[in-house]
């Protein structure tokens, strides 16, 4: 079982629209969590951390369901520029130790006018 | 404040060749990571490193590649014998310390083609 999975897409949506992205991952011991957004050929870059309580910018809401080892990221009102490959990244932090950050192959979206 | 600088940009290289991958973190970051991203593929872990120490190398293939960050200078990743499965982009992060919610900055990455 992959450490961190997801559904590869592509999640083809109209402007406007709403989508949601599921992301599960398989150590418990995970600490922290995150979305990250990758453009074609470009680095990837934070989109959100993602809590417990769940977080909200903008258009963009995360969750996280500890219990169900679940993480979920919603985009409201979809744009052009919101097409990107987006990544859901666990990390592994031990108490400091080490910080180890765990990639999901990502979940492609095209927004389309 | 510069970002996280990586070169060269892209790097060709014959099989048998040596590949070496420079990373200057963001000023004031003393942790660096390097990742690989094989094409159509997510970016994996290969290596954590603080100053002139390796602290997680669990994602490294046992031969052929290495990391290290020196005290002064850049982190450089080398690969020796580059084989054609080597070619990937290659990712180096920094971050200024490490707690459970540290954001990890991202350079523009090496394009690394082996013929």
């Known amino acids: 079982r992959k450490e961190v999975e997801q559904d590869p897409g592509p999640f083809n949506v109209p402007e406007g629209a709403t989508v949601a992205f599921n992301c599960t991952y398989s150590?418990?011991?995970?600490?922290?969590f995150f979305w990250y957004r990758q453009d074609c050929r470009k680095e990837p870059k934070l989109l959100m951390s993602?809590?417990?309580s769940g977080n909200e910018d903008g258009r963009f809401t995360a969750q996280l369901n500890r219990a169900s080892q679940y993480i979920s990221l919603l985009i409201r009102d979809s744009k052009l520029s919101d097409s990107a490959t987006y990544l859901c990244?666990?990390?592994?932090?031990?108490?400091?130790?080490?910080?180890?950050?765990?990639f999901g192959t990502g979940t492609l979206l095209a927004v389309q006018p | 404040n510069a970002g996280v600088m990586q070169n060269p940009r892209h790097l060709v290289r014959r099989r048998g060749q040596e590949a070496r991958l420079r990373c200057s973190p963001m000023?004031?970051?003393?942790?660096v990571y390097w990742y690989r991203q094989l094409p159509e593929e997510g970016l994996k872990f290969m290596v954590y490193?603080?100053?002139?120490?390796?602290?997680?190398e669990s994602g490294m293939p046992k031969e052929r590649f290495s990391a290290e960050f020196p005290k002064e200078g850049p982190s450089i990743l080398r690969i020796q014998q580059v084989v054609r499965g080597d070619s990937a982009a290659y990712f180096c992060?920094?971050?200024?310390?490490?707690?459970?919610?540290?954001?990890?900055?991202f350079g523009q990455g090496t394009r690394l083609t082996v013929v």
């Open positions: 993602v809590y417990s």
């Open positions: 992060a920094s971050s200024p310390f490490v707690t459970e919610n540290t954001e990890a900055f």
């Open positions: 150590n418990s011991a995970s600490q922290s």
């Open positions: 990244v666990v990390n592994l932090a031990y108490g400091g130790a080490t910080n180890k950050l765990i």
């Open positions: 490193l603080q100053k002139e120490n390796i602290i997680d």
């Open positions: 000023k004031g970051h003393s942790h």
